[in-house]
Nanobody
Framework: EVQLVESGGGLVQPGGSLRLSCAAS????????MGWFRQAPGKEREGVAA???????YYADSVKGRFTISKDNAKNTLYLQMNSLKPEDTALYYC????????????????????WGQGTQVIVSS
């Protein structure tokens, strides 16, 4: 059984940083596409960042230069380093995994991701 468990969310002041982690189990972690999505109250789920099996990374325009996605295949763990956080980054953040090779034209398509974590809340507020 595939399991994705996120951690690292919390309350942070604007300009602060957080690092989210996603521990994966039950499948070959190093293949496919891994991504982070978020959903704010009253808004649709949106892609934040993704990384494919070659290590290529993709980001939403709203987080470019502030967020960094990475993975540790040995630990089966996906990370999202979030810097210079803004109130508009407040959302429930989800880790997702898909058995496809993601690229610039597909990484943000939530339908392609077959496995999801339960989410971790990020609140950016003073």
């Amino acid at each position: 059984e595939v399991q994705l468990v996120e951690s690292g969310g919390g309350l942070v002041q604007p300009g602060g940083s957080l690092r989210l982690s996603c521990a994966a189990s039950g499948y070959t972690y190093s293949s496919g596409c891994m991504g982070w999505f978020r959903q704010a109250p009253g808004k649709e789920r949106e892609g934040v960042a993704a990384i494919n099996s070659l290590g290529n990374t993709y980001y939403a325009d709203s987080v470019k230069g502030r967020f960094t996605i990475s993975k540790d295949n040995a630990k089966n763990t996906l990370y999202l380093q979030m810097n210079s956080l803004k109130p508009e980054d407040t959302a429930l953040y989800y880790c997702a995994s898909g058995s496809f090779f993601c690229s610039g034209g597909s990484w943000y398509n939530a339908v392609l991701f077959g496995y999801w974590g339960q989410g971790t809340q990020v609140i950016v507020s003073s």
